[in-house]
């Protein structure tokens, strides 16, 4: 599935990464600082490693020796935030449109209104998102980057910022994703409950590597 051996240096951030992923839902841990974004974002390609590779189901996103380097609208690969991204002039019908109507009917894995089933979001579709609670908005963006039907999805923190009570609204969602939707995620946090609640496989980020909890 995924396949990485890589090191990326910028100022004081130093990762020595290798890992290979094969389960639906990889849990990465790690003290704030430590580098969880920045491996995120290497992986996304926001961010290009000093040296080493990135494969995915047998493709090559990232090999430094032979100067490949796949873009990142070319990876099928989405990126969930912190904090939740919408369009803000767009009611939450529209931002999670905007991501499927890249895709040609063929290249979709999910239906709208499956997805809008899943989290829950019928009754917040004429909303625009100013309107929306830190964890409603936050659902939202799970959704839009679902129905851009990527291959891999990485969650940053997604539950930064949320109080104790959205907390435990959202992350029956995701243990649902991860339970019936065919997509292997990463899911980065310091919160080691989270990953527990959610049964997930969980390494270690520290002094810039991977290691087994």
């Known amino acids: 599935m995924l396949k990485c051996a890589f090191q990326y240096q910028q100022d004081n951030c130093l990762l ?6 094969q389960q639906s839902l990889l849990g ?3 003290a704030s600082g430590s580098g969880k974004s920045t491996l995120l974002k290497n992986i996304v390609g926001l961010l290009k ?3 080493g590779y990135i494969q995915f189901n047998q ?3 990232v090999d430094t020796r032979q100067n490949i380097q796949v873009p990142m609208h070319q990876r ?4 969930i935030f912190q904090q939740a991204l919408l369009f803000p002039h767009l009611n939450v019908k529209q931002n999670l449109c905007y991501a499927e109507k890249m895709l040609a009917a063929s290249e979709r894995k999910f239906q709208f209104d499956d997805i809008v089933a899943l989290l829950e979001l019928k009754s917040l579709l004429q909303r625009k998102a100013h309107q929306l609670s830190g964890g409603e908005a936050q659902r ?3 959704g839009r980057a679902l129905l851009s039907s990527p291959n891999l999805l990485l969650l940053d923190e997604p539950l930064t910022g949320l109080d104790s ?3 435990q609204q959202i992350l029956p969602f995701l243990k649902r994703m991860k339970d019936e939707l065919d ?3 990463i899911y980065v946090t310091h919160h080691k409950e989270e990953l527990e609640y959610l049964e997930a496989e969980t390494l270690q980020l520290s002094q810039g590597q991977l290691r087994p909890r």
């Open 49 to 51: 490693p000093t040296q």
């Open 165 to 167: 009570k959205l907390k």
């Open 59 to 61: 493709h090559i996103l």
């Open 140 to 142: 939202v963006s799970i």
């Open 28 to 30: 990465i841990v790690g």
């Open 76 to 79: 099928k690969i989405a990126l």
């Open 16 to 21: 020595n990464i290798e890992l290979e992923m």
């Open 183 to 185: 997509v292997p995620m």
